[in-house]
């Protein structure tokens, strides 16, 4: 990489230094690696072992640890720690070959300037490749606002796609609730026409159900987002993902759950609140 890299990809240390134009000049063997390279060359870093000066053998070739970058996490490739820098003039001559180069990054003024910046990269790899107008690019441009934008398409995709299977899940679920509670008042006849007899009235009956189906609903929403913490957990840990878990995204599964088993709970609760307190003594 040269030194310009770093404010490129806003690279930060966590200590040591950057290796500036005279060690890219000079081909140094340095190199800054990331937290995780830090932490499986050296056990004792994450304990506070220092690393700066430290050597390590790249394809055989000893380099000299300048810096160890500061913590980025998981990106959209992988992990972001697990890197190794070097300078560019060093990979060419001592590693790589001079014809090894393979990408550029390139950054532009401001987002507005993004599409005219990638017209005129177009425009002068094919100068300096000589390429004629009917053959097509042997190079590939990447902006990150096309890569931006089709990362939000994908999402909001996804975003409907989950939305209706969770609508239907709902639907699914607050049925089940309903018929359960349905079966509940009809097994319970007899006792709700006794509470009847000694003085309880309908909204009193009313109330108990409707809490018997929310606390149905309560139960099986803590289940599912239980589940669904460990899920995402468990994906996390398989693909080295970050994961986070927005508290008020389980708060706004927990009120789901409570509106769905009210909803579906109102007419077994109403059916219960409304029958006659001696046809319900008579139910065998």
């Known amino acids: 990489m040269r030194s310009e890299y770093q404010q490129l990809q806003n690279w930060q240390l966590a200590e040591g230094g950057f290796f500036g134009p005279q060690e890219d000049a000079e081909a140094r063997n340095v190199a800054l690696i990331g937290q995780t390279v830090a932490r499986n060359l050296f056990p004792g870093f994450a304990n506070g072992q220092p690393v700066i000066g430290e050597l390590i053998r790249i394809r055989n070739v000893p380099f000299t640890i300048a810096g160890v970058l500061a913590a980025k996490g998981a990106g959209a490739g992988g992990d972001q720690d697990d890197t190794i ?35 005129q990269i177009t425009r002068l790899l094919r100068e300096r490749h000589r390429l004629r107008a009917v053959v097509a690019d042997d190079f590939t441009i990447r902006n990150n606002n096309d890569l931006l934008q089709t990362v939000q398409g994908v999402s909001e995709t996804m975003t409907l796609l989950l939305g209706g299977v969770a609508a239907v899940s709902l639907l699914v679920g607050g049925i089940g609730i309903m018929n359960i509670m349905l079966v509940s008042v009809t097994e319970r006849t007899r006792e709700i026409g006794i509470r009847m007899a000694i003085g309880a009235r309908g909204s009193d009956i009313l109330a108990q159900f409707l809490t018997e189906a929310l606390v149905l609903s309560l139960i099986g929403g803590l289940i599912g987002i239980a589940c669904g913490v460990a899920i995402a957990v468990g994906l996390s840990q398989l693909g080295n993902w970050a994961t986070s878990i927005p508290l ?24 219960a609140s409304r029958l006659d307190p001696i046809e319900a003594l008579r139910y065998q």
């Open 248 to 271: 008020a995204a389980i708060g706004v599964a927990f009120g789901f759950s409570a509106l769905v088993g009210i909803f579906f709970g109102i007419y077994p609760a109403r059916k």
């Open 85 to 119: 820098l070097i300078p560019f003039e060093t990979g060419q001559v001592r590693m790589f070959g001079p014809s090894a180069l393979n990408s550029i990054s390139v950054q532009a003024a401001d987002a507005e300037q993004m599409a005219a910046t990638s017209e």
